[in-house]
């Protein structure tokens, strides 16, 4: 798949989680004295201020420029900036699965979490492996010069690249883990989400639609 195309416009996407667990799942985004940014279960970025309970039940307690105290399906959790939790209801259990809709050109890109840490992704059937560029990985705190040294076909050459296992993947309620992932030393706006992760799912597409099941 040529990069160029992987990386066009993706103005006008949304995207949309559901699972059977039905768990909520919370990325902070942005931390202030009194407020918090969080994006609920991938949707639109919003700001809460302390007391406040978004429509999912989600209760900001308090927050400041380290770390948000939010009440989630009546558990609280502390988190620091980029991280992430996700809860799973009383009722929980059955099958993990994940829906995303698309533009009419088929990128589908979303707000996981790789090693605890919420990252922009974008599907990449194409790709043999969960990939990124080194400055993500350092902002993920992969220490991917431990790896194994690779080499990979960009369109702007073969640059250097590092094979590495990453502990956690997420993708909306779905968490892998133990997934194969490459660093690459070259510019990526996102993390593209390879086959190291899609191979582990049931992978249903219908129109815009893709929706991701977990098998095990």
Request: glycine share 12%; aromatic share 4%; hydrophobic share 40%.
């Given at each position: 798949?040529?990069?160029?195309?992987?990386?066009?416009?993706?103005?006008?996407?949304?995207?949309?989680?559901?699972?059977?667990?039905?768990?909520?799942?919370?990325?902070?985004?942005?931390?202030?004295?009194?407020?918090?940014?969080?994006?609920?279960?991938?949707?639109?970025?919003?700001?809460?201020?302390?007391?406040?309970?978004?429509?999912?039940?989600?209760?900001?307690?308090?927050s400041?420029?380290?770390?948000?105290?939010?009440?989630?399906?009546?558990?609280?959790q502390?988190?620091?900036?980029?991280?992430?939790?996700?809860?799973?209801?009383?009722d929980?259990?059955?099958?993990?699965?994940a829906?995303?809709?698309?533009?009419?050109?088929?990128?589908?890109?979303?707000?996981?979490?790789?090693?605890?840490?919420?990252?922009?992704?974008?599907?990449?059937?194409?790709?043999?492996?969960?990939?990124?560029?080194?400055?993500?990985?350092?902002?993920?705190?992969?220490?991917?010069?431990?790896?194994?040294?690779?080499?990979?076909?960009?369109?702007?050459?073969?640059?250097?690249?590092?094979?590495?296992?990453?502990?956690?993947?997420?993708?909306?309620?779905?968490?892998?883990?133990?997934?194969?992932?490459?660093?690459?030393?070259?510019?990526?706006p996102?993390?593209?989400?390879?086959?190291?992760?899609?191979?582990?799912?049931?992978?249903?597409?219908?129109?815009?639609?893709?929706?991701?099941?977990?098998?095990y």
């Open positions: 798949m040529n990069l160029a195309w992987r990386y066009s416009n993706l103005l006008g996407l949304f995207i949309l989680f559901t699972s059977s667990a039905h768990a909520t799942e919370v990325n902070v985004v942005g931390l202030f004295n009194g407020k918090a940014m969080i994006s609920i279960n991938g949707g639109k970025h919003r700001v809460m201020a302390a007391g406040e309970t978004s429509p999912e039940g989600v209760k900001l307690i308090s400041d420029s380290t770390a948000a105290v939010l009440e989630i399906d009546g558990k609280r502390n988190l620091g900036m980029g991280k992430s939790a996700s809860i799973p209801s009383a929980g259990g059955g099958n993990q699965s829906v995303l809709a698309g533009d009419l050109r088929g990128h589908f890109v979303t707000t996981g979490n790789i090693n605890g840490t919420s990252t922009r992704m974008m599907v990449d059937t194409g790709a043999s492996m969960v990939s990124m560029s080194k400055d993500e990985a350092k902002r993920l705190g992969i220490s991917y010069l431990n790896g194994e040294r690779a080499a990979v076909s960009t369109a702007n050459g073969v640059v250097p690249a590092y094979r590495v296992t990453l502990n956690t993947v997420r993708v909306g309620n779905i968490t892998l883990n133990q997934v194969d992932g490459l660093v690459q030393d070259s510019g990526m996102f993390v593209l989400l390879g086959m190291s992760f899609l191979k582990r799912l049931e992978i249903k597409q219908d129109g815009t639609n893709m929706t991701l099941l977990k098998k």
